[in-house]
């Protein structure tokens, strides 16, 4: 049994307009997703912004009120708020937002930041509240310093560090981390990246990696999704997305990867030319007459592709 599964997944809002006031429209943020994630892995989420990735994120950790479908947490649906509480859903499933300064309360010193999640399940005493806060800071590489600071006291990546030692705080078992490195330099983001990586070997977290750059996703990742209009056009393993791309759109991104060997920096500035005029003469085959992805098809054991039917007709060939 998966850690978490998710089907048939739908997050819409609701356009209202007239005088009186109705729905007259919806929009899909989420339309019908499904994915798994395994106790330990590192589950990525890809797609531009505005595709639903980050809807989906806040959809599973309970930020966002749920359309239809169902995300089962240990086989259990928790979209009833009484099944969240019974098997304490809240404590198990955190977040790190991607904006660490507006996630982090600019009055509050550190230790009552990260206190914070401490405080509101696992009631320790005063000395023991401030001994984990300080295992916590070790962890994530912050000085015992840092207890009495504020947020405006460091840097984007340090405050980024601070809410992962939150995230961590309450031993979860899924992290959600909704592009956590995006708003960093690259030497930054390596350190950020570093830390998720170790606090997973330690504590045999999941997460649920969101992020808009293959290249991250590719450092962290083992099975991946890619989202596009509320849908998911392709998952599969890494190998599968990196190394056997068949959605345009998937393509697309992959493209969009900066090339770091000079070598080779011509020849991918043509290639990606050319994935570019392919997707702007080709991209409508692969969306439905209202403009969405075609619902996915498994070509592979691992690997599952919004294909449309002459497309899929070669690729099965």
Not at 266 to 294: A, T
Request: charged share 25%; hydrophobic share 35%.
């Amino acid at each position: 049994m998966s850690l978490i599964e998710i089907k048939d997944l739908k997050v819409h809002y609701p356009i209202r307009s007239g005088f009186l006031n109705r729905i007259t429209d919806q929009v899909k943020a989420v339309d019908g997703i499904n994915f798994n994630i395994e106790a330990g892995e590192t589950y990525g989420l890809v797609g531009e912004s505005g595709s639903g990735k980050s809807t989906t994120g806040k959809a599973v950790v309970g930020l966002e009120n749920v359309t239809s479908g169902t995300i089962k947490y240990k086989g259990v649906d928790i979209t009833e708020t009484n099944a969240r509480h019974n098997v304490k859903y809240n404590q198990n499933v955190q977040m790190i937002f991607q904006d660490s300064l507006s996630s982090l309360n600019s009055r509050k010193r550190v230790l009552d930041i990260i206190a914070e999640p401490l405080r509101n399940f696992q009631h320790l005493s005063i000395e023991d509240e401030k001994i984990r806060v300080l295992q916590l800071l070790e962890t994530v590489g912050l000085n015992p310093d840092s207890l009495y600071k504020y947020p405006h006291q460091f840097s984007g990546g340090q405050r980024q560090r601070i809410g992962i030692a939150r995230a961590v705080a309450t031993n979860p078992e899924l992290i959600i981390a909704d592009e956590p490195v995006s708003a960093l330099d690259l030497s930054v983001q390596a350190q950020v990246l570093n830390f998720m990586k170790k606090i997973q070997r330690d504590f045999g977290i999941s997460y649920l990696f969101i992020s808009h750059d293959l290249g991250v996703v590719r450092h962290m990742c083992q099975n991946i999704a890619i989202m596009n209009k509320g849908r998911l056009v392709e998952v599969g393993t890494r190998e599968d997305i990196y190394e056997n791309p068949l959605h345009i759109y998937t393509k697309r991104l992959l493209a969009a990867i900066p090339e770091v060997d000079v070598v080779k920096r011509q020849e991918r500035q043509q290639q990606r030319k050319e994935i570019e005029r392919v997707y702007q003469e080709e991209s409508s085959q692969y969306y439905d007459d209202e403009g969405l992805p075609y619902p996915l098809v498994q070509v592979t054991p691992t690997h599952f592709v919004a294909l449309p039917k002459a497309q899929l007709i070669d690729q099965l060939k």
